[in-house]
């Protein structure tokens, strides 16, 4: 949520469990904030510090550009003043279709989902920042395989925080039919394709908004900052995506609301 992510930026004062800036928008937990990540408080220290920063460089401003449009966001325009909407940018409507990709798209995507059913894939990717624990990629590596449905999945060299090399070699000999998984995809194009089916995806605001712009619903799981803002509004005001909730120790178990089902509806 774009304007969201501006308003937990603007220092609102932490006083309850729950936070309620509008009635015309979304109650928010003290989890959802900006700056919260409490499996890592080292980091969740530098995320405060950058949101005191904003806070602190938002006085000065008098307008706010957001990558957002009137109608996906219009119960947030109200409440900040200022606000100058600009979106939705994407990278398929500039010039030249330039790409700010941080690693080399695999360009085997496309003949790949060419040979399956339209809405018979699941596209899995969390973006260039999300770090997993090798207990949670071992979990959603075991569902993707359990639930033999054809998937795609962006599992970048840095996405674990422990290496998985040897399972990781027996986990693609065992998905070899029905799975494939490249360091970084065209993301754009994959959502485009008409055998995607659905999203499983962090809720990076690029991720939403180009999930949201292709008409695919989204499977949520977002890792950190405003990405628990965008997940609200995907699934309890748009209602275009479902969340996957984790155990006590935040983990998306292998039993944890499977993708398949959702993808036969």
């Not at 304007?3 to 004062?13: F, K, N, P, R, S």
């Not at 700010?100 to 995507?109: I, M, P």
Request: negative net charge; proline residues 5%.
């Amino acid at each position: 949520m774009q304007l969201g992510y501006v308003l937990v930026g603007t220092g609102i004062a932490l006083k309850n469990d729950v936070i309620l800036i509008s009635k015309n928008l979304p109650s928010y937990k003290s989890d959802d904030l900006t700056w919260s990540l409490p499996e890592d408080l080292t980091v969740q220290k530098v995320l405060f510090k950058w949101a005191l920063a904003i806070v602190h460089h938002s006085k000065r401003s008098t307008l706010y550009l957001c990558n957002s449009f009137h109608e996906l966001e219009a119960s947030a325009c109200g409440v900040i003043p200022g606000v100058l909407l600009v979106g939705p940018l994407l990278a398929s409507t500039r010039l030249l279709h330039c790409r700010g990709s941080l690693w080399n798209e695999d360009l085997t995507c496309s003949n790949w989902l060419d040979q399956h059913p339209p809405q018979s894939v699941i596209y899995v990717a969390f973006g260039s920042t999300t770090i997993f624990s090798r207990e949670q990629f071992y979990e959603l590596a075991h569902g993707l395989e359990h639930i033999s449905r054809p998937f795609l999945w962006v599992v970048r060299p840095d996405m674990t925080d422990r290496p998985i090399n040897k399972f990781y070699g027996m986990f693609l000999q065992r998905v070899r039919n029905h799975g494939k998984l490249v360091q970084w995809a065209p993301q754009e194009e994959v959502l485009a394709h008409p055998s995607v089916a659905c999203f499983f995806t962090h809720c990076g605001w690029n991720s939403t908004l180009e999930g949201l712009s292709n008409g695919i619903p989204l499977l949520c799981r977002p890792y950190f900052a405003y990405q628990r803002l965008n997940r609200s509004f995907i699934c309890d005001v748009w209602r275009v995506g479902l969340e996957v909730d984790g155990d006590e120790n935040g983990v998306i178990t292998v039993g944890e609301k499977s993708p398949s089902s959702w993808v036969e509806q």
